[in-house]
């Protein structure tokens, strides 16, 4: 007798349950795109950061075993250009990361709107449905 009076009474159902589920999906999709992106970003500069001091450390032995200045210098632009390849390379792949995530939020984002229009219309067929009735 309780649940024909009260207006909640369908708000506990199954199916509504699952179409209010349904409506956070997206919030949910877009919260796995950012741990996706912020893990592989945060990949990407510890690779690089290790990287670059182990580099270091080794161009720092062979500098201080080198007596040649010109050899050492010579060390120095190599190193230097290595250095320049790697951080180019962690880039593009942060751009990469940067691009897949921008793209799934467009989709997302496109998915979610198509939703809520087709619910919207869908809502204002039934309200058209109830004042002709």
């Known amino acids: 007798m309780y649940a024909a009076n009260n207006p909640f009474a369908d708000f506990f159902k199954p199916e509504l349950s699952q179409e209010v589920a349904n409506l956070f999906k997206p919030m949910q999709n ?6 996706k992106t912020v893990e592989t970003l945060v990949a990407l500069q510890k690779a690089y950061v290790e990287e670059l001091a182990n580099a270091s450390v080794e161009q720092f032995k062979t500098l201080c075993e080198c007596k040649d200045p010109k050899a050492a210098l010579d060390l120095q632009v190599k190193f230097y250009k290595s250095v320049e390849a790697k951080m180019t390379e962690t880039a593009e792949k942060s751009v990469v990361a940067m691009t897949e995530a921008k793209d799934a939020y467009v989709a997302t984002v496109e998915e979610s709107g198509k939703q809520v229009t087709e619910m919207a219309e869908e809502a204002a067929k039934k309200v058209a449905d109830l004042k002709v009735a």
């Open 30 to 35: 877009l919260v796995e795109v950012n741990t």
